[in-house]
């Protein structure tokens, strides 16, 4: 039904799937299904997305954090709350702020993505991300990202370990 509603195009359609993501009464995962498209389409800023970033629900969390256009400016508020995100408790937020960071070639979130690489849990999305933003600072993370048994891993690390070999050979 919601993407019969996006489909629609119609100022009703419209209004009817803010009134949904706004109502509180709106159950969690509804939210979550509608936020990715309304941030994709434009039609919900990136400042009211913010919003949905400090919802109880981790669900609408990461579903604000994946509706954010990489494609469009961000304000200055809003990456530093998707890099702030990369802290939050819920696994799933983590690592939907861990791919938004990379999309978003926000590099002030290098050292919190150093240390989510060095967490089991976070490992492989944190080594991707970082190999989506070649730092200096990463190159321990980049020559283990090229023994891994993974070929996508392997080769981003090559590429990062490209990227920045001018900035650490001497």
């Known amino acids: 039904a919601l993407d019969a509603l996006a489909n629609l195009g119609t100022p009703n359609a419209l209004r009817t799937r803010f009134a949904l993501v706004y109502d ?3 159950p969690a995962s509804l939210v979550a299904r ?24 981790p669900a609408i969390r990461a579903a604000a954090l994946l509706s954010l256009n990489p494609k469009k400016r961000l304000p200055d508020d809003v990456k530093l709350a ?4 990369l802290e939050d408790k819920a696994p799933e937020v983590r690592r939907a702020a861990i791919e938004m960071v990379a999309q978003l070639g926000l590099r002030a979130s290098v ?9 089991p849990d976070y490992r492989t999305e944190a080594t991707l991300a970082l190999t989506a ?19 996508e891993l392997r080769r981003r690390g090559e590429a990062a370990l490209l990227a920045v070999r001018d900035s650490v050979l001497p």
């Not at 309304?38 to 997305?49: A, C, M």
């Not at 998707?82 to 995100?85: A, K, T």
């Not at 190159?139 to 993974?150: E, G, K, M, N, V």
């Open 24 to 26: 509180p009464k709106t």
């Open 34 to 57: 509608a936020l990715p498209a309304l941030g994709r389409e434009g039609t919900l800023p990136p400042n009211d997305l913010e919003g949905f970033f400090h919802n109880a629900s």
């Open 82 to 85: 998707v890099i702030d995100r």
């Open 111 to 119: 050292t919190k993505l150093l240390a989510l690489a060095n967490e």
């Open 133 to 151: 933003l070649p730092d200096p600072q990463a190159f321990p993370i980049y020559l283990a990202a090229i023994q891994d048994r993974s070929p």
